[in-house]
């Protein structure tokens, strides 16, 4: 079948240690498609797995790229020429990829695919952690770690589209940006950051969605209201350890657990964008509902996708090391050579 370009990461390597590879692509299943990508991106979970950090870590060598935006080629005839965005966790970096039709998310045609590659991951993980972890009321104020970043950006805009206070924590250099899209912001590197934030809320704040992790979850935490909820859904700040993956993981677990234990009215948990995933049918159609719901905020100009930067997949290394700058707003985008 068709030659398919792709880019594998061997080992534990820096990005220009990654290996740019063309290979013949396999006929797609009884139950796959060929998609043509036409968009995928760098996200803090490459970023991750790279380093060997990632929680559920895939075994070297594999293609990086954890979602994707394509148009059928290849399958079933009924879907030809149609566009989906999928989920792949791994695989995505490819100039063709073969993935389960039971995994398609529809895309409209005329959307801009770069755009679309935004919200799929980040986008229904902001959507079902606003929506479905946390559920703060009209009205209520949330704070948001990394405003600027792929998942934060997008919870900001929900989070003011559905009517609530957002403090978001960002570098100087992105505050315009944070505060373009309705937020209040406050320096992420401030030694008092959490004291700030307190002071803007006295009374305590009615959600944290941290990607933080490690030490600063209990500052979080500290930061809740009677009834309030914390949203912990990564752990950025041990990427750069050593030790045990999961290690950072399971401490949060275990304070979670204590935590919703106390008579204070609070409430923490650990956001999984894969639970559920038994259940398929239900797990896809939750993503369907949020990328739909996405994709229709976009569609009146009440979410703006931020793309960082589109760079053809044969220069992934330049848009890795762009993404791991922390110098961008929003989301690195690859995209298809010509």
Known sequence: MTGVLEVVIPAIVEPSEFELRER??????????TLRMEATGVSFAEQQMRRGRYYDQPAFPFVGGYDLVGTV?????????QRFAVVTKT?????????????????????????????????????????????????????????????GNLLVQL??????????????????????LGAEVVDYRDPELYSVIQSLAP??????????????????????????????????STMHGTGSAQLPMLQAFARVVLWNTLPNGRHASLYDFWAGRRRRETYIARQQDALGNLLRLVAVGAVRPQVA??????????AVELAES????????VVADE
């Open 309 to 318: 930067a589109r760079i053809p997949l044969s220069q992934i290394v330049r």
């Open 73 to 81: 080629v290849a399958g079933a005839e009924d879907l030809l020429g």
């Open 203 to 236: 009374d305590g704040v009615d959600a944290v969605f941290d990607h933080v992790g490690g030490p600063g979850l209990v500052e979080s935490w500290r930061l809740l209201r009677r009834g309030g909820t914390l949203v912990s859904y990564g752990s950025a």
């Open 91 to 151: 695989g995505g970096w490819s100039s063709l990829v073969n993935v389960p039709v039971s995994d398609l998310l529809p895309v409209p045609a005329d959307a801009d695919a770069a755009e679309v590659e935004t919200l799929i991951v980040n986008g229904i993980t902001a959507w079902q952690m606003l929506h479905t972890s946390a559920r703060v009321a009209a009205g209520g104020t949330v704070v948001v770690l990394g405003a600027n970043g792929g998942v």
């Open 24 to 33: 013949t692509l396999t006929p797609p299943g009884p139950d796959q498609v």
């Open 326 to 333: 922390r110098t961008v707003a929003g989301k690195v985008v």
């Open 159 to 180: 989070a003011v589209t559905a009517g609530l206070r957002v403090i978001g924590t960002a570098s100087p250099a992105h505050h315009e940006l944070v505060r373009s």
